[in-house]
DNA sequence: GCAATGATGTAAAAGCCGTTCACATGAGCT
DNA sequence: AGCTCATGTGAACGGCTTTTACATCATTGC
């Protein structure tokens, strides 16, 4: 461990821990200028380092968002998955709080949401990322699945069609409403309860109100 | 007009139509290259005249991509409304023909929608911009108002909430699955069968269902 | 007809970025 | 102590954006 720092805190020649210093630089920066604002030389900056030191870590500015991107889709992952609860209390009230715990992360881990879902990342960035990506569609999934248990066996829906609307249903409007420093759109309703009644009424077009 | 080329096709000193060379080249660029991609040096370059020229024509580069993506929603306020047909010949097919249109746009024209959807423009780009985006817009709006004038009086949704989780569930899914070149994701059906089977379900879930 | 004028283009320059390369430094192992 | 590898530096290249001073030309008023 090299965690010399001199008198003044500046570290010596090697800094000892750059690569978490430059994530977490480019957090700061993505959640202040947009992911297309980031720069490698300003994290490098950051960090205290020069602008070449960066490449001892990742192979090019991409792969440092295409990691960011991936811490990122394992704690949406996570987030969703604490939402859900197992279903409790009740499988149709947990959906629901999926739907919410979506937008909450949009708005609460702006920097996160931009590097998983704005930055434009080549599709084939990184194996981990879709790996990242897949399991926390994998939550919507599963969740799905025991939603879709509630209705009688001859009416049962698709679960692989039902994560596929929910994923839409709140990506749709963490897109178009509930991301920009003052939603860029002027709505009647706030973007969860918008999302709530999508959910809602969707639930009713497959035989599952709450009410049934 | 100074239409004056010499011999050989190459026009000398003034252009004579920057303006329309330069958006019709950025189209190209974007795409071909996303609008992250996009550059201004290159634009030029395509309408072989020097850096600096598109200045006397654009603020900047983001004047530029604003200036394309504002054509854009007039295409696709076009689009829409075309597909809407005033609602014939029967409103709730004329309401998943908006979606399907919706999906259409953003692959036959995927530089248009990179611009209005995905270049993230500071949201007050220019007053124009979000003119024609509120007219696009105003077309699902419309085509909302008629749909849920199917339903009786005393169980009416708000046309506004229709129109927005419309928008909601078309732009998801063409985000999510109907953009870049081999949809970034697997599905087991078509963007446009998915966006279907959720608008058929979320319309029955208002009582508005094609059985009804 | 023709000169003044404003629109439209050019070249050059400053400043930023990404990326690479040769080289410097120092941590850990023998 | 000395070797070696990981990590950081500085300089350099090419490209981009934007500004500035200057060039060219179409138009317009006389």
């Keep these: 461990m090299s965690w010399s720092k001199d008198a003044r805190g500046r570290r010596s020649y090697h ?63 996570e987030a969703l998955d604490h939402a859900w609860d197992e279903g409790r209390p009740e499988p149709l009230a947990a959906f629901d709080a999926v739907g919410r715990a979506y937008l909450a992360f949009a708005r609460s881990e702006p920097a996160y949401y931009a590097a998983m879902f704005e930055a434009q990342l080549p599709p084939d960035a990184s194996p981990e990322l879709t790996r990242a990506s ?57 973007p969860e309860d918008l999302l709530e009644a999508a959910v809602l009424i969707y639930l009713q077009g497959l035989g599952l109100g709450p009410a049934a």
Excluded: Q
């Design 134 to 190: 897949d399991a926390a569609f994998a939550v919507l999934r599963r969740a799905a699945e025991v939603v879709c248990a509630l209705a009688p066996a001859d009416r049962r829906p698709p679960a692989l069609m039902v994560s596929l609307h929910m994923w839409t249903m709140a990506h749709g409007i963490a897109s178009l409403f509930a991301r920009g420093d003052a939603a860029r759109r002027k709505l009647p309703m706030t």
């Design 15 to 77: 800094h000892g821990n750059l690569r978490e210093a430059l994530i977490a630089a480019a957090l700061d920066l993505i959640a202040e200028k947009g992911p297309a604002g980031f720069t490698f030389a300003e994290a490098a900056r950051a960090a205290g380092v020069s602008a070449a030191a960066p490449y001892r870590h990742f192979r090019d500015r991409d792969a440092l968002l295409a990691d960011v991107a991936c811490r990122g889709f394992e704690r949406f992952a």
